[in-house]
């Protein structure tokens, strides 16, 4: 998952998922200078199991395509044309991926470290999300976004900048510092079984919003359980 502001106020969040109960997909939340919300979706279905988990005033149906090689990323849809280069490792990715992955998807641990995990402005580990579902975010590394460059609608978004306001998508933003994180986030619901015993989904993999639902990968994600995603699409909730 990538979390990047930019120089024009615009703010963005790339979710980039290898696998998922939907094949391989990838989507984008922006939030412009204005607070208005837009989520880039591929599909429709896809377009409202988001928008059943987060909060948006716009859904955009198009396909959005994601390249990555060697550090650098390149997504394009319709809307968005958008590159990031990612640098090397700090002291909070070396952190993070000296965490077992099984103990570091575990909703426990991830209660754990919610606490000191606010200390970067903005950032939750878990909390409430949309249709009553509740989320854990489980972080495995970090890297630091190095170099950028987007169009939104044609305009020009300028230079990376901090993630300032926090997003308004759901209960938490990503880093201030523009950043892609791994990441595994379990999805609780009505009716969903967590890989630990517990109800729920998970999604798992690039935070670029890596997440893990129990169950089947979400390219980042990971869902478990036999609950098929809501096909419900919220808005302003």
């Given at each position: 998952m990538a979390g990047l502001g930019t120089a024009s106020g615009t703010r963005l969040v790339l979710g980039h998922w290898t696998d998922s109960p939907f094949g391989p997909v990838s989507d984008v939340m922006l939030e412009r200078p204005d607070g208005h919300r837009v989520l880039l979706a591929p599909d429709r279905r896809t377009a409202d199991f988001i928008a059943g988990t987060y909060s948006f005033d716009e859904v955009r149906v198009e396909p959005v395509a994601v390249r990555v090689a060697a550090g650098c990323w390149a997504v394009r849809s319709r809307?968005?044309?958008?590159?990031?280069?990612?640098?090397?490792?700090?002291?909070?990715?070396?952190?993070?991926?000296?965490?077992?992955?099984?103990?570091?998807?575990?909703?426990?641990?991830?209660?754990?470290?919610?606490?000191?995990?606010?200390?970067?402005?903005?950032?939750?580990?878990?909390?409430?999300?949309?249709?009553?579902?509740?989320?854990?975010?489980?972080?495995?590394?970090?890297?630091?976004?190095?170099?950028?460059?987007?169009?939104?609608?044609?305009?020009?978004?300028?230079?990376?900048?901090?993630?300032?306001?926090?997003?308004?998508?759901?209960?938490?933003?990503?880093?201030?510092?523009?950043?892609?994180?791994?990441?595994?986030?379990?999805?609780?619901?009505?009716?969903?079984?967590?890989?630990?015993?517990?109800?729920?989904?998970?999604?798992?993999?690039?935070w670029s919003r890596g997440r893990r639902f129990g169950g089947r990968r979400f390219g980042g994600r990971r869902f478990g359980g036999r609950q098929s995603p809501s096909r419900r699409l919220k808005k302003d909730r």
């Open positions: 809307s968005l044309s958008l590159r990031l280069v990612t640098g090397r490792r700090g002291p909070l990715g070396l952190l993070l991926s000296a965490v077992p992955r099984f103990l570091a998807v575990r909703p426990w641990w991830i209660a754990v470290v919610d606490r000191p995990a606010r200390v970067l402005r903005g950032v939750r580990t878990r909390g409430s999300a949309g249709g009553g579902r509740r989320e854990w975010y489980g972080a495995r590394d970090l890297r630091p976004v190095v170099r950028a460059a987007a169009r939104f609608d044609g305009v020009d978004l300028g230079p990376p900048a901090p993630v300032a306001p926090a997003v308004r998508f759901g209960f938490g933003s990503t880093p201030r510092g523009p950043c892609v994180v791994r990441v595994t986030t379990t999805v609780e619901g009505p009716g969903t079984t967590r890989a630990d015993g517990g109800a729920g989904r998970r999604f798992g993999g690039r």
